[in-house]
């Protein structure tokens, strides 16, 4: 057998092998997908959001990047208690925190948030948070709740 012949069985292999490897992945992929999706099962529908018929959905990009970012953890569904306290930096402002975590200088006037809100003359009180986001975010939210 010459050479060239032996080069274009093992290419034509390669490309078989490739594309059964595909197959697999995407048809892995696709169910993984649906398990992220009843994983904590949750009324957030994301595919009408974007509309998949539009904006197919890359199965495999949206389970690597998950595998990738969280591995094998499961979100909870429980709530966090948080507390608050007032700003060391902004007279008025309230910062909260997941209750029970007391790192950092001593706080004054630390109060559960449900406690908070339980008092708020408001029927349904704006509450306005930043979740470890850098000092951009904190200006942004300061100045939506002092325009």
């Known amino acids: 057998?010459?050479?060239?012949?032996?080069?274009?069985?093992?290419?034509?292999?390669?490309?078989?092998l490739s594309y059964a490897?595909?197959?697999l992945f995407k048809s892995w992929a696709k169910s993984a997908y649906k398990e992220l999706l009843q994983?904590?099962?949750?009324?957030?529908d994301i595919d009408a959001f974007v509309n998949p018929e539009v904006?197919?959905?890359n199965y495999g990009k949206?389970?690597?990047?998950?595998?990738l970012r969280l591995g094998s953890r499961v979100p909870s569904?429980?709530?966090?208690p948080l507390e608050t306290?007032?700003?060391?930096?902004?007279?008025?402002l309230l910062v909260t925190r997941k209750t029970g975590t007391s790192s950092g200088p001593a706080f004054r006037n630390v109060t559960s948030l449900d406690?908070?809100?339980?008092?708020?003359s408001k029927k349904t009180p704006v509450v306005v948070a930043t979740i470890r986001m850098g000092f951009g975010h904190h200006r942004i939210a300061y100045s939506t709740c002092s325009g």
Not at 62 to 67: F, I, N, P, T
């Open 62 to 67: 949206v389970v690597m990047a998950h595998k």
């Open 115 to 120: 406690e908070i809100l339980s008092k708020s």
């Open 55 to 57: 904006n197919p959905v």
């Open 85 to 92: 306290h007032e700003s060391t930096h902004v007279p008025g």
């Open 77 to 80: 569904t429980d709530p966090i």
């Open 39 to 44: 994983n904590p099962t949750t009324s957030c």
């Open 21 to 23: 490897v595909s197959f």
């Open 1 to 16: 057998m010459e050479g060239w012949a032996l080069f274009l069985i093992i290419l034509a292999g390669l490309l078989v």
